[in-house]
């Protein structure tokens, strides 16, 4: 008979994050065992998203702390699912969601209910003593993700001008996690030579995850840029290696139209934009081409390139399954991006990832730009199933220990382990 295991003790504390802002850090105990999760945060954030709950107290960390939702964790929270059993993810998740009671969890905090969430997670792995990819997939994840990185900063994450937030590589064509990871990085280096030599050597600083931020301010140029930094690293673009943007449009829009490339256009010129992009370039991924409330253009783009392209939801979405839902009735996108903190429980994470995959939508598990240590969401993608994997350039601590969360279990997997490459720009495509 196996020996139930019951939440002994509950902690919590305020850590920062990669920007140096506060956020929650919770530690679950079973007896002698524990587990700790740390909550990220966005800077590009969809207006829908869960509550983030701030101190808002200027005279601490510039009104960012999150002592009030670390005080919610041990107060109000911990006493609650003190004696349940952390592998009862669902209960543990929806007792937190109800002690909230709010839409968007702004009474507790998404970040205090998340961090509690992912800790019982860990828990439950660690006193199984399982990986946590295997105790949230009861053995059956197994895909190591493509790696979508993010190697030129725009928008709000670089504030060059760029309109595009983010510039990424794909290296599908590699055989294995490890060599796709090589390639990125190669590619990666490679990218930083090219920046200088075009720009000056003042060019290569990084962004918030990891990409450069050059003096760049043309969609084209950033393009063009990667491409021949493909090219260097001795690669083919659109054979196996491919690009992708997340416009992050919402940051770009204003009154009916979309500033960008020094123009205005209208959401039909937008769409216009975005496909001869997809014929000039080996792009295969396309994130929140449009403001999240438009459903309708989203759709229409994916009616004219989704069989070629992921149109991936961020904004539009924010990981919410009634959202989701909406977008997959109107055909809007034909991708989710998911985020744990943007709905603020691993439950309700998964289940969305569930409902994606159902309609033939794609999933790339996602970070934040306001990362921390914790390298959960490695284990998430490989748990799903999901096959792609959105968490920065191969730059900085905070997206490496996802990488190299990623090397250790396809190690661990070992034949077990399939790396979805090309199938992660073709055969999810709907």
Request: proline residues 4%.
């Amino acid at each position: 008979m196996s020996q139930k295991h019951t939440i002994t003790r509950v902690i919590a504390r305020e850590i920062l994050d990669s920007r140096g802002n506060p956020t929650v850090e919770a530690v679950l105990y079973s007896n002698e065992k524990s587990a700790t999760a740390a909550v990220p945060s966005g800077a590009s954030t969809g207006v829908h998203e869960a509550l983030e709950l701030r101190d808002k107290d200027p005279k601490r960390y510039l009104g960012l702390g999150v002592l009030n939702a670390v005080r919610n964790v041990k107060e109000i929270i911990g006493p609650k699912i003190l004696g349940l059993d952390p592998k009862d993810q669902f209960t543990i998740d929806r007792l937190m969601i109800d002690l909230d009671g709010t839409p968007n969890k702004s009474k507790l905090g998404a970040n205090a209910i998340l961090a509690v969430s992912l800790a019982a997670a860990k828990l439950a792995a660690v006193l199984a003593s399982k990986s946590l990819y295997d105790q949230l997939s009861d053995g059956k994840g197994v895909t190591l993700p493509a790696p979508v990185m993010n190697i030129i900063n725009g928008g709000k994450h670089a504030g060059t001008g760029l309109k595009i937030q983010e510039f990424m590589v794909i290296p599908a064509g590699a055989e294995s996690f490890a060599e796709a990871l090589r390639m990125g990085a190669e590619i990666y280096h490679k990218l930083k030579k090219v920046i200088q030599t075009k720009y000056g050597k003042q060019s290569v600083n990084v962004g918030d995850e990891g990409g450069f931020a050059p003096p760049i301010t043309k969609t084209s140029d950033a393009l063009n840029t990667i491409i021949q930094a493909i090219n260097d690293a001795g690669y083919t673009p659109g054979k196996n290696v491919y690009v992708g943007f997340d416009a992050a449009s919402s940051e770009f829009f204003d009154n009916g139209a979309y500033e960008i490339d020094g123009m205005k256009k209208t959401p039909d010129e937008l769409i216009d934009f975005y496909t001869d992009l997809t014929k000039q370039y080996p792009v295969r991924y396309i994130e929140d081409p449009f403001e999240q409330e438009d459903y309708e253009h989203t759709a229409q783009l994916t009616r004219k390139i989704g069989n070629r392209v992921n149109v991936v939801g961020d904004d539009i979405f924010v990981t919410n399954i009634i959202r989701l839902t909406k977008g997959i009735q109107l055909g809007a996108a034909n991708a989710l991006l998911l985020k744990v903190n943007q709905i603020g429980s691993l439950t309700e994470s998964i289940d969305a990832a569930k409902t994606a995959m159902k309609s033939q939508y794609a999933v790339v598990t996602s970070h934040r730009s306001g990362e921390t240590e914790d390298s959960t969401i490695a284990d998430l993608a490989v748990a799903l199933n999901c096959g792609q994997i959105k968490t920065g350039a191969p730059c900085r601590g905070e997206r490496t220990v996802k990488y190299n969360r990623l090397l250790r279990i396809e190690e661990e997997l070992g034949p077990r382990a399939r790396y979805m490459g090309m199938k992660a720009v073709k055969e999810t495509l709907v």
